[in-house]
T-cell receptor, first 112, second 115 residues
């Protein structure tokens, strides 16, 4: 089992729709969770962080965390073609290495 | 500086050649991380520094890989006797706190191609 798992996609949604991206993690003791956006040929850019159960909203983005289910998600409302990118889930795990562990990313395509 | 700066942006190396990749983190950031990203994959951890101390090097794939941060600022990742499987984007990131618990800022990366 991978430490951080994401569906590779591509996830295709029409412009204006809600895109839902999901991530599961293996270490039940994890406390810090992040979503990064990576455009093709560019480096990852931090877009959301979440530390406690529930929802956290920032503009069109909502991060959701459920520690009991070891599940974190990212919702993008009113999706735009400019949101087309790979979205990486990253988790700070208390055991093992002292650094973020990344999933392999989900590629999102927003169709105009 | 305003962001994390990496150089060179692109490097083509002949197999067996040694390479050195540089990272200049955001001023004042104590934590510095190196990751390797293969095409279509997420970043894979290589090593972590807190100031000048290398606290975790468990991700370095072989003893051909070596990293240093002698004065707690600029870091260099060195790869000796490069192999084709070393071809990847090497990402450097920095964070103001320890262990990246508040997330990182990444540099633009160095794309290494071994021919």
């Amino acid at each position: 089992q991978k430490e951080v798992e994401q569906n590779s996609g591509p996830l295709s949604v029409p412009e204006g729709a809600i895109a839902s991206l999901n991530c599961t993690y293996s270490d039940r003791g994890s406390q810090s969770f992040f979503w990064y956006r990576q455009y093709s040929g560019k480096s990852p850019e931090l877009i959301m962080s979440i530390y406690s159960n529930g929802d956290k909203e920032d503009g069109r983005f909502t991060a959701q965390l459920n520690k009991a289910s070891q599940y974190v998600s990212l919702l993008i409302r009113d999706s735009q073609p400019s949101d087309s990118a790979t979205y990486l889930c990253a988790v700070n795990m208390p055991t093992g290495r002292r650094a973020l562990t990344f999933g392999s990313g989900t590629r999102l395509q927003v169709q105009p | 500086g305003a962001g994390v700066s990496q150089s060179p942006r692109y490097k083509v190396a002949k197999r067996g050649q040694d390479v050195a990749l540089r990272c200049d983190p955001i001023s004042g950031h104590v934590s510095l991380f190196w990751y390797q990203q293969a095409l279509g994959q997420g970043p894979e951890f290589l090593t972590y520094f807190q100031n000048e101390a290398q606290l975790d090097k468990s991700g370095l794939p072989s003893d051909r890989f070596f990293a240093e941060r002698p004065e707690g600022s600029v870091s260099t990742l060195k790869i000796q006797r490069t192999q084709q499987e070393d071809s990847a984007v090497y990402l450097c990131a920095s964070s103001p706190g320890g262990d990246g618990v508040y997330g990182y800022t990444f540099g633009s990366g160095t794309r290494l191609t071994v021919v």
